[in-house]
């Protein structure tokens, strides 16, 4: 009896916690349908908002897709390799870099966007060009990429692999594309879906480093729940969700996938 | 080409970017800190001048309240999570970490949908006791929104802390006597104080710096983060900016450092 009561508390507590988390959401979804939240959902159901954000917002909605996939591939040309060498190399100074390229999880963003800004900023035309963004997204990126890839060189015995396919007489860099990538494949899946969810959501540092012109998804959401009616913002923010939660989907899918094996 | 010369060839990228993008700026940022009218006293300033302090103490009393609540929270819905199988668990799990990934623009709003004006919470009190109860651009609201986004990402360190416990250890304190509060208390809860140290430095750390929350709600509320970005784009006032932030990554970084220290596992925030 005691332990029923017991399991019942907690479940209902449980419960309780996921409300306060979904109640929101739901909120927010029904919102951006409904034609006029304060009359509530009796008032009828359109897409009339999702129209309007799409008129108004869509070229946030196209560069964040666009500097979302741009970090992505810096992220996989530069970290890639670079998990590859700091895992071969190890050492001091291999443990010193990935310290070192880690910082960007600590550091809040607002800062460094406030350094790449002290120091960029003065070059025109690169300081009003997405590039500018882009670069604060690879930063910040980039320690995932490469903690996701180097997860994997470690439960995969690359070195063995690696010997093998020199004894054969594989170049270095042959080695590397036909034998070290495929068999970090997992790892890189897991940090792309990884990097391109956070350069898609990132506001921290894209609202420091974006202009008038150069506009993300997030910076249009905080720019319509400051001056936009609520089923205008709630339906700007059901455009973002639809495109999140298939990434956090497929990342939870992967990570079942892995934790199965 | 050699291999060894071949594996520097594979770290240059990463070294270019990351001195030409980070280290560089991140020098530059501490240079400019030193460089206004009091020079390097104005890292001093954050405790010093009465009103960045006042920031500081509500920022980290504000976080360390998230932390503390959060860390409570998880606990008790982890643990449960982790050591019952009923119908709707995964669907349960499923809901309290998906938010895992939303930025802190869109928590804030989610708040303002609970809390604002036209929320949830004051609908219902003005229906039951008449009153609207309005509270999302205060600093409950905030601490509301860091909770919404600490919660997931505890949970799944609690969780897999939970499923690493030693369930013979529980069993044999059981055996010997001990009362089930006695078995949490003493045997549960100290085996979990890795995982605890652990997600408490990362929720501290990202309350610290969350600034899309507070951006999106905190219309009057005096957090770090809005601190600084007000004296850099309002007051343009670059040096007390650049020093604030530095103080900032600073404490961020600490916190996480000697979390890792302490717990010996890798810890790491997130946006």
């Known amino acids: 009896m005691r332990d029923r009561l017991i399991f019942a508390g907690q479940l209902l507590f449980t419960i309780g916690v996921a409300a306060f988390l979904v109640v929101p959401v739901i909120l927010s979804i029904s919102a951006g349908v409904t034609v006029n939240y304060f009359r509530g959902i009796a008032s009828g159901v359109t897409l009339q908002w999702v129209a309007q954000v799409w008129n108004l917002y869509y070229d946030t909605i196209l560069l964040s897709f666009l500097i979302a996939f741009a970090t992505l591939l810096v992220a996989l040309a530069v970290g890639v390799p670079a998990a590859y060498a700091l895992h071969t190399r190890g050492g001091r100074l291999s443990r010193l870099i990935e310290e070192c390229i880690t910082l960007p999880i600590a550091i809040p963003g607002l800062a460094i966007a406030l350094a790449l800004l002290l120091t960029y900023g003065g070059f025109r035309s690169f300081r009003a060009s997405w590039l500018f963004i882009l670069t604060g997204h690879v930063i910040f990126t980039m320690p995932f990429m490469v903690r996701s890839v180097m997860a994997v060189f470690a439960t995969v015995d690359v070195k063995t692999l690696d010997e093998g396919a020199a004894s054969l007489g594989a170049s270095p860099a042959r080695r590397f594309l036909d034998v070290i990538v495929p068999n970090a494949a997992p790892g890189i899946l897991a940090g792309a879906l990884m990097v391109v969810t956070l350069s898609l959501g990132e506001f921290n540092l894209t609202w420091m480093l974006h202009t008038p012109l150069t506009k993300t998804l997030p910076i249009g959401l905080a720019d319509s729940y400051a001056s936009m009616r609520l089923e205008v913002a709630s339906a700007y923010t059901l455009i973002f969700f639809i495109m999140i939660i298939p990434l956090l989907v497929a990342m939870q899918m992967l990570a079942d996938q892995g934790t199965r094996k | ?271």
């Open chain 2, 1 to 271: 080409m050699s291999h060894r010369s071949f594996v520097w060839l594979c770290l240059l990228p990463l070294a270019v970017v990351t001195a030409a993008f980070f280290l560089l700026p991140m020098a530059r940022l501490v240079v400019v800190g030193a460089e206004g009218p009091q020079g390097l006293a104005g890292y001093l300033a954050i405790l010093t001048e009465p009103r960045y302090r006042a920031t500081l103490i509500n920022t980290v009393v504000l976080s360390a309240a998230t932390t503390i609540v959060t860390l409570a929270v998880a606990t008790i819905a982890g643990m449960f999570l982790q050591r019952h199988r009923f119908p709707g668990r995964t669907v349960l799990i499923a809901m309290l970490t998906f938010p895992l990934a939303f930025p802190g623009v869109v928590v804030g709003f989610l708040i303002i949908l609970l809390a604002g004006r036209q929320g949830l919470i004051g609908d219902i009190s003005s229906h039951m006791f008449g009153e609207k109860v309005v509270f999302a651009y205060s600093i409950y609201g905030l601490f509301l929104g860091y909770l919404y986004f600490s919660i997931p990402r505890v949970i799944l360190t609690i969780m897999a802390a939970v499923q690493k416990l030693d369930v013979g250890l529980e069993e044999a304190a059981r055996s010997l006597g001990a009362s089930p509060w006695a078995v949490q208390r003493d045997v549960v809860l100290p085996a979990l104080a890795p995982a605890f140290v652990a997600s408490g430095a990362i929720a501290f750390a990202t309350a610290m710096g969350a600034f899309g929350t507070a951006f999106t709600l905190a219309t009057n509320i005096d957090v770090l983060p809005m601190l600084i970005y007000t004296e850099f784009t309002l007051a343009a006032n670059f040096a007390t900016s650049a020093a604030l932030s530095v103080g900032l990554g600073v404490i961020a970084w600490a916190i996480l450092a000697l979390a890792r220290s302490l717990s010996g596992s890798a810890v790491a925030a997130a946006g």
